[in-house]
């Protein structure tokens, strides 16, 4: 691929072409020319998505299509992607769990620049770490339920590592997202599935008393998000083609929450998962699991024996979710008929599962803490977010750091949740190792976001190892619209 962009240089050269020409070009878009310098071109473009037959939506898309295309990157092996936007709206992509500079990353609050409407921008980078990603508009919604990722501006991408992470036969990938987002005052999220599951008396109080006094005003609960479609691979249960696969086959699941809003589960009856990375980062201890649970954002690559013929539903717990769509038919060769599901027994997903027990993680340089607190219905009937007291500015724009960081020091986020919501936390640019969940010490767990359950503290730790301006949000965009962001800098 790099001959290619040599061979464009070698063109403007010959030609007499100055790169600026470009600019005069009809809205910058690129020529055919220009698309074939680039490795990927992803167009940011409303086309309509078949959910199932006759059911169509209208979104922003990637490349017209839900998801957007797989993109496969190699580990350390630069790329070019032209990103070209033919929407009103100057848009952001952001590359979820990379390690890139700030100026590529795809988030206009770490001052990426924005790729304008009807123009484009041509980004280089080298990919890494290796293992599952994925890119997604970083985009303020608001509460513009058209915008942000509530939009089908969401795909995977597979950072090839140089060894592969396990034995398997083949790979699967799966997005799982959901359509038609409604505001309601009240929400059905679960909320009793995560393990250590010791909540803290302080926070609880906290969180309590100001919901009180707030509903005690007169104030009625902060909008949440509930949706009408859901679906894996933009195909609603039932409605797109079952995953084939022959008995004795080990099948290498890559499952990416895709939602803005929501927490998921899967489960395949009668089938266990063996989770061999979590966010795309290989585990300590790959561990049999029969249920999987992913916060919005999160990843879970797992391998899956075919040893239990039949035709399943590979589908979510929540029974309504499920009915709306969010499954996936799973079909034995020479089987046929109706899928069937059977509910999982009780099971907590807990992240210590997949690590060694015996190991501590090493002591911090210096350890930030941070508590998450929720202002009731305060922003125009939206829940205000707030971290140390402070929401951030609801304008999209950089605002000064809070936190400073220095090269090459770990740093400790005791992360304290004042409120009843789970929250999936997310750095940006960084990974980080799970040190402490809900009171149990762990290490060995590289992720780059992490369900905070309610009233609970994690501590995560990380290397300033990636000099820039650096995003911390919740994942949940109602969340992160609503001020759950803040940035650290290196001085
Ligand atoms: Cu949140």
């Known amino acids: 691929m790099a001959r290619l962009v040599e061979s464009r240089r070698e063109f403007l050269r010959t030609t007499g072409l100055a790169a600026g020409a470009l600019l005069f070009s009809p809205q910058n878009v690129f020529s055919a020319q220009d698309e074939a310098a680039a490795d990927y071109t992803v167009r940011i473009k409303a086309a309509p998505i078949e959910i199932a037959p006759n059911q169509i939506l209208s979104s922003v898309t990637y490349n017209s299509q839900f998801p957007g295309p797989l993109l496969r990157f190699k580990d350390g092996q630069q790329v070019t992607v032209n990103i070209i936007n033919e929407t009103d709206t100057p848009e952001q992509l952001h590359w979820h769990g990379q390690k890139i500079s700030a100026d590529v990353d795809g988030s206009a609050e770490e001052g990426t620049p924005y790729i304008p409407a009807h123009g484009q921008r041509r980004i280089t980078f080298t990919p890494k770490p290796a293992g599952l990603r994925f890119y997604h508009t970083h985009n303020r919604a608001g509460a513009d339920l058209s915008a942000g990722q509530y939009s089908g501006q969401v795909g995977p991408v ?8 396990g034995r398997y036969d083949r790979e699967v990938f799966l997005v799982l997202k959901e359509f038609e987002p409604t505001l309601s005052r ?82 395949l009856p009668n089938h266990v998962f063996e989770v061999i990375a979590l966010d795309g980062n290989p585990v300590p201890n790959p561990a049999r699991v029969p249920v999987l649970w992913l ?40 089987r046929s008929g109706r899928p069937h599901w059977v509910k999982p027994k009780p099971f907590r997903w807990d992240y210590t599962n997949f690590t060694k027990s015996s190991a501590t993680a090493p002591a911090p340089d210096e350890t930030f803490d941070m508590t998450f607190a929720k202002d009731n219905a305060a922003e125009e009937g939206f829940n205000r977010w707030t971290i140390n007291g402070v929401a951030y500015p609801m304008n999209n724009e950089m605002a000064p750091a809070s936190f400073h960081l220095k090269e090459g020091k770990r740093y400790r986020l005791r992360m304290r949740n004042a ?64 001020g759950f962001m803040t940035l650290f800098d290196y001085t």
């Open 158 to 165: 597979y950072i090839e590592p140089k060894e592969n992470p």
């Open 186 to 267: 009240g929400g059905d999220m679960p909320q009793d599935f995560l393990s250590p599951s010791a909540t803290d008396n302080i926070l609880r109080e906290t969180g309590e008393a100001a919901m009180k006094a707030s509903l005690g005003k007169g104030m009625p609960h902060g909008y949440e998000v509930g949706y009408k479609f859901f679906t894996i691979n933009g195909r609603m249960l039932g409605h797109g083609e079952p995953i084939r696969v022959k008995q004795g086959e080990r099948v290498l699941f890559h499952i990416l929450n895709g939602s803005a809003t929501e927490i998921r589960s899967l489960a």
């Open 295 to 334: 916060g919005t954002a999160e990843r879970i690559s797992a391998i899956v024996e075919m040893n239990h013929p039949g035709v399943w539903i590979l589908g979510d717990l929540a029974d309504d979710d499920r009915g709306h769509g969010m499954g996936i038919v799973l079909e034995y060769a020479n």
């Open 419 to 482: 409120s009843d919501d789970i929250h999936p936390i997310h750095l940006h640019r960084h990974s980080f190792e799970l040190t402490n969940l809900a009171g149990t010490k762990t290490s060995g767990i590289m992720k780059d976001v992490v369900m905070l359950g309610g009233y609970q503290q994690h501590e995560i730790d990380f290397i300033a190892d990636n000099p820039g301006v650096t995003l911390f949000h919740c994942h949940q965009q109602l969340h992160m619209d609503f």
